[in-house]
């Protein structure tokens, strides 16, 4: 599955791969990730209709559940993202974002190199000649996953690193 958003969008978030939700409604990012990307937008006063939403891996992989036929998400491999790179890269040279939002290991992966660290390089522009400005974050499903103790403030920084994000769109 391709991304979306206008063509020329000043930024590009990039995901890790389609779910279930998107795969079955052939977007990207309207299940819960999605959810909470959008609500991190508003908050950050980013319009969703111009930004290009996009994922490093195009399809959803999956696994089924043991005891239902539940599809459960599993991680892409270094092949699978390599294999997409290709895409993701056509996507950028059409776009041509000056913002792109790396969301999560697989699209630093990706964009970024192996031995890359969001969790040590969130919320700050990192040298990149993929864009003028290239900002990592975590994945907002790790944001959801987040043990109950620890979820508000995993939201928080989220919200807080795409509000860094809006602040470098205006700059762009
Ligand atoms: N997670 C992603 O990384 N991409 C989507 O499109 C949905 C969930």
Not at 42 to 57: C, P, S
Not at 74 to 87: L, Q, S, V, Y
Not at 153 to 159: C, E, K, L
Request: charged share 25%.
């Amino acid at each position: 599955m391709f991304g979306e958003g206008p063509r020329g969008a000043t930024v590009m978030f990039v995901g890790e791969q389609p779910g279930d939700q998107e795969e079955h409604a052939g977007h990207p990012f309207v299940g819960p990730a999605g959810k909470l990307l959008d609500a991190a937008l508003e908050e950050a006063g980013i319009d969703r209709k111009t930004v290009y939403v996009t994922n490093a891996v195009k399809h959803f992989k999956y696994e089924r559940g043991a005891k239902s036929a539940r599809r459960i998400h599993k991680k892409p491999n270094d092949t699978e993202i390599r294999a997409c790179h290709p895409w993701l890269e056509e996507e950028i040279r059409l776009t041509k974002p000056r913002v792109i939002v790396v969301l999560g290991a697989t699209a630093a992966q990706s964009l970024l190199g192996k031995q890359f660290r969001v969790t040590q390089q969130r919320g700050k522009p990192v040298a990149s000649e993929l864009a003028g400005t290239v900002i990592a974050t975590v994945h907002p499903s790790s944001v959801l996953r987040a043990p109950d103790g620890e979820r508000e403030q995993a939201r928080s920084d989220f919200f807080a690193d795409i509000r860094a994000v809006a602040k470098h769109i205006a700059k762009a």
